[in-house]
């Protein structure tokens, strides 16, 4: 099943990051908690309702939703224990944990997940709990009873991939260098993220091609009588992809872990401080042993060579018909050509005629130059040509230029080639076969293997949103933060939308971000990786005290604020329709759906305010009453009833607008 929460993460610009150069003026954002229902809320600014009232200072509004609230003073491990802790327990049952960190610039993120001047963060947290419950369950596994000949191979441990997306590109970052990474479609329709490298695979039967000693004997001669034709074939360069892994059995390997990413991650000045992530981070630690651990290796090395091998095929294929052509001239042997229209019509496989003139080059004007041809440079048309040269009617023709083997010679050479090829798709018949071998393991170890293998957890460091006004990189590396998430807010705001609604299917191709987390914001979608497996996800909002960061920090509250509906949206479509997903909340795509939204909002707006406090309505009146005394009772009430429920807020609005500024007065 999948669980929702939101937590709220607050901390100080003292303690938790570097100090702000400029000092925080007085005021800031007034954190609240409501101990009646258990749901944190924190007070905004509501321009909207101090222009409704007529307004003229800045008062607050409610923002609600959140599943807990940590205070100033709460450190890292705090955190973790409200927020995650016992999250950590998805990923041992085989399924996956994710964790999003998300504030304006400054308001501690990257100290909350990765850490900052000795206080471990949030992944080394959540990783170390992790190994100490698969070290549980090997403990467990050995006290029933196993063969110890395989306690190497059936040992649990991590497997980390670290990557950042930086200006609108990802980057694996687990290693000495910053590798470029591609996003792909594999052939199961998901997506695959890792750097692309090319190498050569060795198509003629050595070392690289891993075939039979029998199949490398027979090719070193077929190789030798084609006159190594094989070994200069393009087709042979092998693509692969994936992130760089790191294993991880102890803290010690997350240290090591964290002290490589954290020299290759972008970093610099953002209007805030000089120590920012400049970078959307994710870090995967996924649930593995030896065995598991082979196969995948196995699996994904063939997946690569099968291309490669199925082209060099091809290729060989295709080579019986360039036996007798000299591939050094023209096109792969094929060329243009003058011919004398005197001579009959040949099959375009036809060798060259006596006096025929191969063409060097054709330019817009139709004027050829030609080759082996005394002031051949000179561009003349064809006419031109059979004039200078004396030959009748030069016409453009095609024509290949032949080797002049003979008949046993061609024979000779098609022979073996055809043994090349029989050879070629032994090899990739046997890759098929051991690729089918691989996903039968595989299925076996899932089923009879510990519960904890696949399973996985996902932490997220989003850059922080930064309203920047300065010039040059650092304000082109705030805008490429701002718009990838502005893409993830609306994909958020998608998934909290009413079932049914035009707008409740996220754009996550919106953003190279939101197709890197599609897995965890939505993960009941058939192009996730885990549409049948649990999932659990959490979003810290991190808030910084600092006046100057008011705006910035209503905002990440609203961000977390559709955060929290949108996975409480997604789990509701999802048992509404007997986990179908949402698409089936469309009542059968029948033209009635328009209504079933309506009797939703109109459901919402049912539900009566709470009773307001009648100490707050008759001080209300009597403000009214004796500051605007202008406004008749029916007014009055008016704005009271339009305040429904909001009655305090109201209040201390009045008070601001007519008892402050008169008494200043």
């Known amino acids: 099943g999948t669980e929702e929460l939101a937590g709220l993460r607050r901390t100080t610009a003292t303690s938790r990051r570097p100090t702000a150069s400029r000092g925080a003026k007085r005021g800031g954002v007034v954190v609240v908690c409501d101990e009646k229902d258990n749901k944190g809320g924190v007070e905004e600014d509501n321009d909207e309702e101090d222009d409704d009232e007529g307004g003229g200072v800045a008062v607050y509004g409610s923002i609600s939703g959140f ?28 399924g996956t944990a994710s964790l999003f960190c998300y504030g304006y610039t400054g308001g501690g993120k990257t100290h909350t997940s990765v850490g900052y001047d000795g206080e471990r963060g949030m992944y080394f947290l959540a990783a170390e709990a992790l190994l100490k419950k698969l070290s549980d369950i090997i403990d467990d596994g050995d006290d029933a009873g196993g063969d110890d000949d395989d306690d190497d191979d059936d040992s649990l441990f991590l497997r980390a991939t670290v990557c950042e997306m930086y ?8 290693g000495e260098k910053k590798l470029p990474c591609k996003l792909r479609i594999d052939g199961n329709g998901r997506l695959s993220v890792g750097v692309v ?32 034709a094989t070994t200069s074939m393009h087709s042979t360069i092998m693509t692969t992809s994936g992130l760089r892994t790191s ?21 610099g000045a953002s209007t805030t401080h000089d120590r920012s992530s400049r970078s959307h981070a994710i870090l995967r630690l996924e649930v593995t042993n030896a065995r598991t651990d082979g196969l995948e290796c196995e699996r994904r090395r063939i997946e690569s060579e ?7 095929s091809d290729n060989v294929s295709g ?88 008949k046993d010679e061609i024979d000779a050479e098609l022979q073996v080639l055809e043994g090349e090829s029989l050879r070629l798709k032994g090899i990739i018949a046997d890759r098929e076969a051991r690729l089918d071998e691989l996903e039968k393991l595989s299925n076996q170890i899932a089923r009879d293997g510990p519960r904890a293998l696949g399973g996985s957890i996902l932490l997220v460091d989003l850059a922080g949103a930064d309203y920047d006004h300065r010039s040059g990189d650092v304000q082109r590396e705030s805008a490429a933060i701002n718009k990838s998430l502005l893409a993830l807010k609306e994909c958020l705001r998608s998934l909290s939308a009413p079932t049914g609604a035009e707008s409740s299917k996220p754009v996550f191709r919106g953003s190279k971000l939101t197709r890197l987390l599609e897995d965890s914001l939505s993960p009941k979608t058939e192009c996730t990786r885990r549409t049948n497996t649990e999932s659990t996800c959490v979003m810290l909002i991190n808030v910084s005290p600092d006046a100057r960061l008011e705006r910035g920090t209503v905002n990440a ?44 909002k109109s459901a919402a707006s049912a539900i009566p305010p709470k009773p307001a406090d009648p100490e707050v309505l008759r001080e209300l009146r009597e403000i009214y009453r004796d500051r605007v005394p202008e406004k008749t009772e029916e007014e009055v009430e008016g704005i009271i009833q339009k305040f429904a429920g909001r009655e305090a807020l109201l209040l201390a609005k009045v008070r601001g607008k007519y008892v402050v500024v008169a008494e200043s007065n």
């Open 67 to 94: 599943d807990g609230l940590l205070g100033q003073d709460a450190t890292n491990r705090d955190a973790f224990d409200v927020c995650f802790a016992e999250k950590v327990d998805v990923a041992a049952r085989g």
């Open 167 to 174: 200006l609108d590109e990802v980057y694996d970052i687990l």
């Open 197 to 228: 490298e090319r190498e050569e695979l060795d198509a003629t039967g050595g070392a690289g091609a891993a075939a039979p000693p029998s199949s490398s004997s027979s090719s070193s001669s077929s190789s030798s009588s084609t006159g190594g």
């Open 247 to 267: 294993s991880v059995r102890s803290p010690h390997d997350l240290v090591r872990v964290h002290e490589i990413c954290s020299r290759q991650r972008a970093s």
């Open 306 to 312: 099968l291309p490669a091998w199925k082209n060099a």
């Open 319 to 406: 080579k019986k018909y360039f036996v007798n052509v000299d591939t050094s001239v023209g096109t792969q042997g094929y060329g243009k050509i003058l011919r004398s229209g005197k001579v009959p019509e040949r099959d375009v496989m036809g060798g060259p005629c006596e006096g025929d003139v191969w063409i060097r080059s054709i330019d817009e004007e139709n004027r050829i130059t030609l080759r082996d041809v005394e002031d051949g440079n000179t561009p003349r048309t064809a006419e031109e040509w059979s004039a200078e040269l004396g030959i009748e009617d030069l016409q453009l023709r095609y024509c290949a230029m032949l080797k002049g083997l003979s």
């Open 557 to 600: 509250l609203r961000y977390g604020q559709m955060y929290a509906r949108g996975q409480k949206g997604a789990t509701t479509a999802s048992k509404g329709n007997g986990g179908r997903g949402r698409s089936a909340a469309k009542n059968g795509g029948k033209k009635n759906a328009p209504s079933s939204r309506r009797k939703t």
